[in-house]
């Protein structure tokens, strides 16, 4: 074989090789369509995997995108791979300024992504069948309800007791004072973002407070044997006695329409007294010695001057009782 012929079969060889080659090549290729926010593309690729295709194409996918494929699946012949872009929009949301990403279509389809609902809707500011486009301004006003609760200290109260045993003006505690606690459930009413209206629901006292008791040691007060301080502003020594509302005390026999009445219209009971009125004024608040917490109510032909009457409800008490001198506090209103 001549040196032309073997330079001639070698090229022969040589191009069958390069066509065998580009043939396997051709089969190993696949097509796959993209759909990028609705731009169709159609590629051939030899690539393998969902990834390494998007990377041969320069096709970058960030993390607000939504793609139809996981980016491990095989890439195969025919395959559609959709991509939905995030579009970047200045939102005001009842106030508050963000830089919001969407895949919705229109503003309509941008309130449903984020869930709110038409009927809440107070203003926007653009059309809800608006096309969404990249950077536009959108403003919206939502009116929300909700109940919401708080918690609510109970300030505890300071009570001065007023005693005659303690010096006058020491003061002694006598109960640490402390503070209860509430909770408060409000329904609070917000149009865009500011409130606007709020009423109390309800009210649930978790923990009472507990006063603060001082006792303070004061001039002109008695201990009642009720176990009360009484403070009065003038002391009588009378002469006392007793009565019943009796025929035999009052010449008013039961069934008598004044039976048991008193001269300024009360019913008597004990701590109702009988005085002298140029002594010791109708309606005067008393604490009487051995007795207890008196009113005038009542007047009586003797009971005359510094004279008084107490009484009591059967004639055996009050026969018991007699006569005797006791102190006379005139109470202060």
């Known amino acids: 074989m001549g040196h032309k012929t073997r330079t001639l079969f070698f090229i022969m060889v040589m191009f069958l090789l390069c066509s065998s080659s580009a043939t396997a090549y051709q089969l190993m290729l696949k097509e796959v369509t993209v759909i990028d926010n609705d731009k169709v593309y159609l590629y051939k690729t030899p690539k393998t995997t969902v990834e390494t295709f998007l990377q041969e194409q320069s096709i970058v996918i960030d993390s607000k995108d939504e793609i139809n494929v996981a980016m491990n699946d095989n890439i195969v012949e025919g395959m559609t791979i959709k991509i939905i872009r995030a579009v970047p929009i200045q939102l005001v949301l ?3 300024e963000e830089e919001a990403y969407t895949k919705a279509k229109t503003v309509k389809d941008f309130l449903k992504e984020k869930k709110i609902d038409e009927e809440n809707l107070v203003s926007i500011s653009s059309s809800l069948d608006e096309i969404i486009s990249p950077h536009m301004e959108l403003e919206i006003k939502t009116r929300k309800v909700e109940t ?5 200290v109970i300030p505890y109260e300071t009570e001065l007791q007023e005693t005659p045993h303690l010096p006058v003006g020491e003061k002694k505690l006598v109960q640490e004072g402390k503070d209860g606690l509430k909770k408060i459930s409000y329904r609070v009413e917000y149009i865009g ?3 606007v209206n709020r009423e109390i629901i309800s009210e ?8 603060e ?7 002109n007060v008695i201990e009642g044997k009720d176990g009360k301080i009484y403070k009065y502003k003038k002391v009588l020594t009378m002469s006392a006695t007793a009565y019943t509302a009796s025929y035999e005390d009052t010449g008013k026999a039961p069934g008598h329409p004044a039976f048991g009445i008193t001269y300024t219209g009360t019913r008597a009971r004990v701590g109702t ?4 009125p140029n002594v010791i004024p109708l309606g005067t608040k008393l604490y009487i010695e051995g007795y207890g917490y008196a009113v005038a109510e009542d007047i009586g032909g003797a009971i005359k001057g510094n004279k008084i009457d107490l009484y009591y409800n059967t004639l055996e008490e009050a026969r018991n009782f007699g006569r005797k001198q006791l102190k006379v506090y005139i109470l202060v209103e």
């Open 94 to 96: 009842d106030g508050r």
């Open 148 to 152: 919401i609760t708080e918690e609510s």
């Open 193 to 195: 973002g500011e409130e």
């Open 204 to 211: 649930v006292i978790v923990e009472e407070a507990q006063k």
């Open 213 to 219: 008791i001082i006792k303070v040691g004061a001039e």
């Open 273 to 276: 007294v009988a005085v002298d």
